[in-house]
């Protein structure tokens, strides 16, 4: 669960690490997660939040309000 996003719900992909020899052996591709802290003023403090960089992007698009509504509208505690 640690390559999730709170905001996007990206998670790992799976596939194949293919050789020269053309040998598949399994690879996970996953998101690139930051944590990030952001300040709530509605609650009056700071929420720390693990983000893919485009659910970082997107917070700065709609505002650290309506991320939090959303992320909990996920069902995930915050």
């Not at 693990?50 to 996920?74: F, H, M, P, Q």
């Amino acid at each position: 669960m640690s390559a999730h996003c709170m905001l996007t719900g990206a998670q790992p992909g799976f596939g194949n690490s293919i050789s020269h020899s053309h040998r598949r052996t399994s690879r996970r591709f996953d998101p690139n997660i930051q944590s990030k802290r952001y300040w709530l003023p509605g609650e009056g403090r700071y929420v720390r939040l693990r983000l893919s960089t485009k659910g970082i992007k997107t917070v700065d698009v709609i505002g650290v309000e309506a991320a939090v509504a959303r992320i909990r509208a996920r069902g995930v505690r915050v």
